[in-house]
Nanobody
Framework: QVQLVESGGGLVQAGGSLRLSCAAS????????MGWYRQAPGKQRELVAG???????NYADLVKGRFTISRDNAKNTVYLQMNNLKAEDTAVYYC???????????????WGQGTQVTVSS
């Protein structure tokens, strides 16, 4: 089994910063793409930022220049540094990882349980 566990959410004032972490554990051969998604009340889950196993990055337009995604492959961990937070960033943030449990198996997507980020204006 594979588990992804997020941490680092909380309450912050507008203009502040938070750093989210997501650690994967369990039977892992390799983690391919990893990413952060968010879901605000009444809205669909949306991609915030993604990072490939080779380090290629992509960001949603709304967070470009403010958020930075990174990963530590040795620790099976992905991070999201969020700066200059705005009230509209308030959401539950989920991490996602495409995990292979053996060298010959296809990757499967796993999700964390989510961590709440609340930005007060």
């Amino acid at each position: 089994q594979v588990q992804l566990v997020e941490s680092g959410g909380g309450l912050v004032q507008a203009g502040g910063s938070l750093r989210l972490s997501c650690a994967a554990s369990g039977s892992i051969f390799r983690i391919n793409d990893m990413g952060w998604y968010r879901q605000a009340p009444g809205k669909q889950r949306e991609l915030v930022a993604g990072i490939s196993s080779g380090g290629s990055l992509n960001y949603a337009d709304l967070v470009k220049g403010r958020f930075t995604i990174s990963r530590d492959n040795a620790k099976n961990t992905v991070y999201l540094q969020m700066n200059n937070l705005k009230a509209e960033d308030t959401a539950v943030y989920y991490c996602n990882g495409n995990v292979q449990i053996t060298s010959w198996s296809k990757g499967r997507n796993y999700w964390g349980q989510g961590t709440q980020v609340t930005v007060s204006s």
